[in-house]
């Protein structure tokens, strides 16, 4: 199924000790690239979750963001004390307190806290990186099935859009083709009456082996027929390629070059205004068939 770049999709993974969501924004771009932000997770987790991406996707830009939310029995906070800080406070406390000029009393814990240098030291506990390589897992599967199925919808929408494209070009392939005689028989028509005209004047008789020959020229010189059928192929594997199951983007651009290459060559071509006017229309919807590949994998 042909799939476009852009999309979103998100995923969680659960245990006892919490949840990590994992978030995938994705738009157009040539290979595939990935940024990831956390909130300080491990290097480890993050490359967990790029990987996942690698085996998964082959183009698009993708910003990935993983959080963790805790559970509240997992979250443990510890006061620890500095004992050989608390017990240097102390001594010193009592030491100024015995000397002379100094009022004695006892020693209260907002005495101890106002202190300069903190004895407490508050530590909360978190997750091991082997506790949350799994839930890492787990949310990057879910955000990454989510975007492909947003990526499958656009995809398909794509593919509707370009084969009604695909189909007006074809009728004016059509087009062209049922020109290229008229424009050779119209030749003939404005060649021979200039030749009528210049030669009744001299009281010449009309050479008609030279008309043919003249005409015979023209047609070779402004036949864009090859030019048409290459066209007429290349659409064809244009359409089969939109109902492949890999990655199609690159070789639809590569397949458009080729296409506006036997466009550009039919316009250098042709010398009847309707052809020139019909080549132009081609080469306008060409150019919004690029914007619209420019958004497939």
């Known amino acids: 199924m042909m ?12 245990s006892e000790i919490g949840s990590v969501t994992a978030e995938i924004k994705a738009v157009n771009s040539r290979f595939l690239e990935i940024n ?40 443990a906070t510890r006061v620890e004390v500095d004992e050989g800080l608390l017990s240097a406070y102390l001594s010193a406390l009592a030491d100024i307190s015995g000397r002379k000029g100094v009022k004695k009393g006892k020693v209260h814990v907002s005495d101890l806290l106002s202190l300069p240098e903190p004895f407490l030291t508050i530590r909360k506990e978190t997750a091991t990186e082997e506790e949350m390589a799994p839930l890492v897992k787990a ?20 593919k509707v859009d370009l084969k009604q494209r695909l189909a007006f070009l074809r009728e004016r392939l059509a087009f062209l083709l049922s020109r290229q005689d008229l424009a050779a028989k119209a030749y003939e028509e404005r ?35 090859e030019e048409v059928v290459r066209f007429a192929s290349h659409l064809d594997q244009f359409d089969a390629m939109l109902e492949s199951e890999e990655p199609i983007g690159r070789k639809l651009d590569f397949l458009l070059q080729e296409i506006n290459r036997e466009a550009n060559t039919t ?31």
């Open 3 to 14: 799939n476009s770049m852009t999309g979103f999709g998100r995923g969680i993974g659960e």
């Open 191 to 225: 060649l021979r009456q200039r030749m009528e005209k210049i030669l009744e004047q001299m009281n010449f008789e009309v050479d008609e082996g030279r008309i043919l020959e003249e005409v015979a020229l023209f047609s070779e010189k402004t036949d864009y027929t």
């Open 36 to 75: 990831i932000r956390s909130d300080h997770f491990f290097g480890s987790l993050e490359e967990i979750a790029r990987a996942a991406a690698k085996k998964t996707l082959s183009r698009g830009k993708l910003n990935i963001f993983l959080s963790f939310t805790p559970t509240a029995s997992a979250k």
């Open 267 to 297: 316009a250098s071509k042709a010398s009847d205004a309707e052809v020139i006017d019909t080549v132009i229309q081609v080469k306008t919807e060409l150019e919004k068939i690029r914007e619209q590949v420019q958004n497939i994998e």
């Open 139 to 158: 949310a990057m599967e879910g955000a990454l099935v989510s975007l492909i199925e947003m990526r499958q919808r656009e995809g398909h929408n794509l």
